[in-house]
């Protein structure tokens, strides 16, 4: 919405003085004090003159309405009386105010349509500017179905960056080995396992058949890359490579540094896994598997 229009309310005194005839206006003015809810107020009686548009002072005088609201009228009540009058929306009138003098004589403020005049400070003789909002009609291609409306101010794109010519596609990399099919496996990780402080020089990991069947099966023997590890000196991982997923047990926080070389993996078919970690330092004792952080 826009603004299109503006409604001046003003007292008795200053209902045309001082007008400028260039300015679309509604002049509504009362002719007591604008107090609705004033229990020694009857009822405000409003002379409403409608914007000018060309008309001379006089035209805008014979075309006046008077407008009567009750004591416990709100904004919100004004605003429909006065639609009624000028037959307006009273969903595109927004109401200000501004005093001849003392409190909010300074500038227009915004009347709340919850509460009545009185509440707000309007006082004697106060200018309330009512503004209206007028509604752009739809555009489009298609009548006024405002679905196309977005295609009325489209701007068309330049062919030449519209549409680009780059010959037949290039094959940027080409994968190195491995079967594809390997990649689409589900991964799996190994969670139970168990471990031991074994010797001097030795800590070893065991994954049992009892508690992970699956990984154990499908280490089978060991043989034909099924099982890989790779050890650092403070992590390891190891993954067993199945019919139906990949299977991965990763620490990588260590207790104590090992010696990657010395490590291994040893598969017991049908029964385990084990894992043998060769201790940095002899002697070292391990009370944990992974570093405490």
């Keep these: 919405k826009k603004p299109s229009q503006l409604a001046i309310l003003a007292g008795v005194g200053t209902a045309m003085e001082g007008v400028d ?13 604008p107090v609705p809810k004033d229990p020694y107020v009857n009822s405000i009686r409003l002379l409403v003159v409608p914007a000018f548009n060309g008309k001379t002072l006089e035209e805008q005088k014979a ?38 003098e003392g409190a909010h004589s300074q500038r227009l403020e915004l009347l709340d349509e919850g509460y009545s005049l009185k509440l707000q400070g309007v006082a004697e003789g106060a200018l309330i500017v009512c503004q209206l909002a007028a509604w752009d009609k739809p555009r489009s291609k298609l009548g006024e179905s405002p679905y196309y409306m977005w295609a009325a101010n489209t701007q068309a794109v330049p062919e030449e960056i519209r549409v680009q010519k780059c010959g037949a596609p290039v094959q940027l990399q080409v994968a190195q080995g491995g079967d594809p099919q390997e990649k689409k496996l589900p991964q799996r990780t190994i969670q139970n396992y ?8 030795h800590v070893k990991v065991y994954i049992s058949a009892e508690r992970e069947p699956l990984a154990v099966a499908a280490a089978g023997d060991g043989q034909k890359g099924r099982v890989q590890a790779d050890f650092r000196a403070e992590s390891l991982q190891v993954d067993i490579f199945g019919e139906n997923a990949t299977w991965t047990l990763a620490i990588k926080d260590l207790e104590h540094a090992v010696v990657p070389e010395e490590c291994k993996v040893k598969v017991s078919i049908g029964k385990r896994i084990t894992i043998s970690l060769r201790k940095e330092k002899d002697d070292s004792l391990w009370n944990t598997l992974i570093r405490r952080k």
């Design 21 to 33: 005839a260039s300015q679309k206006a509604i002049l509504v003015v009362p002719e007591f004090e």
């Design 63 to 100: 075309a006046a309405k008077f407008v009567s609201v009750g004591p416990s009228c709100d904004v919100q009540g004004l605003k429909k009386e006065v639609a009624k009058a000028f037959k307006v929306q009273v969903s595109d009138m927004t109401l200000f105010f501004q005093n001849k």
């Design 194 to 201: 168990s471990w031991v402080d074994e010797s001097r020089r």
